[in-house]
């Protein structure tokens, strides 16, 4: 079956410092992988996204790469600002009959960046 | 991007009402729309995918007389949680994608925050 994995949280930074957020994925066929993002009280929004192996999705200094030789899309940035903190979802979309989009998420991780 | 607006943004009512929340694409026509929860600090759990004209698909756990799902039209879905109790207080987030258009994005409504008392 399809399912998502990402690193337990929370993960607590100091502004600037680098951040790497773990995903892996199980699929079968070739599904699209995402990153949303969730600021508090608030609904999701996409951050980043990729179609295809080796694609690198990249938004707000957020880059992700599809790796399918290792399952992964590890969602990185190389300087995080307090404005960052939220908690980030990994998903992939896994497609029903019609070609229409059911996505997949993980478990979230928070992440939390101080001044 | 494409905008999903749900209302209201949050809702409290008492024990063994029922509560509609609403969920429209604003410029864009949507097929298919899906209906997630989360539970504070998890992940958000399919309910079901609504499916324009047609009956939703709902989730294995996910009781259909409960969580009543209609998509009557190509902008707007409406889910009605029957005689609410507390332990369906919960954050409700709605989606939607394109019609036409395979393995695309899926846009995200602002969530409802349902408290039942």
């Known amino acids: 079956g399809n399912s998502v994995t990402q690193m337990e949280g929370p993960v607590t930074l100091s502004e600037e410092a680098f951040l790497t957020i773990n995903c892996t994925y199980t699929a079968t066929g070739y599904p699209s992988l995402f990153w949303y993002v969730q600021y508090p009280g608030e609904g999701l929004q996409l951050l980043l996204k990729?179609?295809?192996?080796?694609d690198k999705g990249s938004n707000k200094g957020f880059e992700a790469t599809y790796r399918k030789e290792t399952t992964s899309f590890h969602l990185e940035k190389g300087s995080v600002q307090v404005s960052d903190s939220a908690v980030y979802f990994c998903a992939l979309s896994a497609s029903l009959s019609g070609g229409y989009n059911k996505l997949i998420f993980g478990a979230g991780t928070r992440l939390a960046v101080h001044p | 991007g494409a905008v999903v607006s749900q209302h209201p943004s949050w809702v409290i009512c008492k024990s063994g009402t029922s509560v509609k929340i609403e969920c429209r694409s604003l410029d864009f026509q949507a097929t298919t729309m899906f209906w997630y929860r989360q539970f504070p600090k998890q992940s958000l759990m399919l309910m079901a995918t609504?499916?324009?004209?047609?009956?939703?698909?709902?989730e294995q756990g996910v009781e259909k007389d409960k969580f009543l799902i209609n998509h009557a039209s190509l902008t707007l879905s409406t889910l009605t949680v029957t005689s609410a109790h507390p332990e369906d207080s919960s954050f409700y987030i709605c989606?939607?994608?394109?019609?036409?258009?395979?393995?695309?994005?899926?846009?995200f409504g602002q969530g409802t925050r349902l408290t039942v008392v």
């Open positions: 989606s939607a994608t394109r019609q036409g258009l395979a393995n695309t994005e899926a846009f």
């Open positions: 990729a179609t295809k192996a080796d």
């Open positions: 609504s499916n324009e004209g047609s009956k939703a698909t709902y």
